[in-house]
């Protein structure tokens, strides 16, 4: 088989290369190693920023996202039992909308299957060779038979654990990492979200959030130990904590029957490339960030659209985006990075030792009293959670 751009990964940010490229004219073939089913069924990121949502409905695939989508004016911070709107909109005329990464991946997929897309499920033995050559190519075994796809260019979007990012030789690249010593214990709850904007709080105890899915179903999120374990955490005990940590007078969490929950790591990382001969690297392969600010399914988003129009330009003759998308697109990833730092070290408890932790504390209720009472703060934060542009 051959095709102009092989692409490893079925997740967002894969789907979203090979609608775009399509759309540009240029043929792909994606290949996954999970089944449809399970790529369709996990629960992740929430909210897109407004340029996502822009680039989702440029693709054609925004109907359902412009329908069910909840756009926000802005977000509620919370600290010291007092909650704190901040309006986007009003700061500076943007907003963000809440809308599932399962809905996105789920719209991509039926778009993908309307156009009759290759797209190979249950991939086995997915491998990489001739990255440094004219002609790359991708292997792996499908229904027991063995394919090799000879391409142009391959794609690594199979995420953080994936294939692509691992076969640069690693005295070619470097990776920057750091871990937090906090993780989410994230929840689906079928009930009506008991606010009409996201909830970020910072409490004694640690973070909690509230986010949502839909007029009916509510996301919730709780800063628990790294190596604590999803069996520790009864519904009782979870609700009990999240009532706690997002109580503010006056209001009241409703509770509902809980649907999934399950405890994920927060870390940062970045490659220091995201090109490699003809291979590129987008979203979750190249670059994580700690989940506070919503950046990585966006960033992911952002990869996405930079490399379809490097690729667009080198059909017609101009190989010069394509030559600084790894550059071009870091840059802008470490400008995420640091927002994405910023906001979690500012929301989550440190578990410390006594005395520094105290001190972090009150530090933190200074850096958010700071934020809710300056419109600059504010409107910095307004033009990094909406979307910094290209
Ligand atoms: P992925 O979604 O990881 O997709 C990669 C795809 O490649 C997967 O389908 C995988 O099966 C496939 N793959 C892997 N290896 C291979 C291989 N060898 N061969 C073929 N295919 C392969 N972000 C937020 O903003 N907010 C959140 O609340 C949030 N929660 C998250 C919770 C979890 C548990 C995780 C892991 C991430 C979360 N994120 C969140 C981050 C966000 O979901 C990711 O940034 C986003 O999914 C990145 O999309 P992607 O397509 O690059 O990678
Ligand atoms: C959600 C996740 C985030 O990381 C965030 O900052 C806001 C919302 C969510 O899953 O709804």
């Given at each position: 088989e051959t095709t102009r751009v092989a692409i490893i990964g079925a997740g967002p940010a894969g789907l979203l290369l090979s609608w775009a490229l399509q759309g540009a004219g240029i043929n792909s073939i994606v290949v996954e190693n999970r089944s449809q089913?399970?790529?369709?069924?996990?629960?992740?990121?929430?909210?897109?920023?407004?340029?996502?949502?822009?680039?989702?409905?440029?693709?054609?695939?925004?109907d359902r996202l412009a329908s069910e989508g909840l756009q926000h004016d802005g977000i509620y911070l919370q600290y010291a039992g007092e909650r704190h709107n901040v309006?986007?909109?009003e700061l500076i005329g943007r907003t963000v909308t809440v809308y599932g990464q399962q809905q996105v991946v789920k719209d991509l997929v039926t778009a993908h299957e309307q156009a009759g897309s290759t797209i190979y499920y249950?991939?086995?033995d997915v491998a990489v060779d001739g990255l440094l050559t004219k002609n790359p190519s991708v292997t792996f075994v499908h229904d027991g038979e063995r394919h090799t796809i000879d391409a142009d260019f391959v794609v690594g979007a199979d995420g953080f654990h994936g294939i692509c990012r691992a076969s640069i030789p690693s005295e070619e690249i470097t990776l920057f990492d750091r871990s937090y010593p906090y993780a989410w214990l994230g929840i689906l709850a079928d009930v009506a979200p008991s606010s009409d904007e996201l909830v970020y709080a910072l409490h004694e105890d640690g973070f909690a959030m509230l986010s949502m899915r839909s007029p009916a179903v509510?996301?919730?999120?709780?800063?628990?130990?790294?190596?604590?374990e999803i069996t520790n955490w009864s519904d009782d005990r979870i609700w009990e904590a999240l009532h706690t940590r997002l109580g503010t007078p006056g209001w009241s969490l409703a509770e509902g029957p809980i649907t999934d929950k399950s405890i994920t790591p927060m870390r940062s990382f970045v490659a220091s490339r995201l090109a490699y001969g003809n291979l590129f690297l987008v979203g979750d392969a190249g670059h994580i960030v700690p989940p506070t600010g919503a950046k990585g399914l966006n960033s992911a988003i952002s990869d996405v659209t930079e490399l379809a129009a490097a690729l667009t330009a080198f059909y017609?003759?101009?190989?010069?985006?394509?030559?600084?998308?790894s550059e071009s697109a870091l840059a802008r990833q470490w400008r995420v990075q640091q927002f994405s730092r910023w906001m979690t070290e500012m929301l989550h408890t440190s578990p410390g030792d006594l005395q520094t932790g105290a001190f972090d504390y009150r530090s933190q209720l200074g850096q958010l009293d700071y934020l809710t009472h300056s419109l600059l703060a504010q409107r910095m934060l307004a033009e990094q959670y909406t979307g910094l542009k290209l």
């Open positions: 089913d399970y790529v369709l069924g996990r629960i992740r990121a929430g909210v897109l920023e407004q340029g996502s949502v822009e680039t989702l409905t440029r693709l054609g695939v925004g309006n986007f909109n249950e991939a086995s509510s996301r919730l999120y709780l800063q628990v130990d790294p190596a604590d017609a003759d101009d190989e010069s985006l394509l030559a600084g998308y």
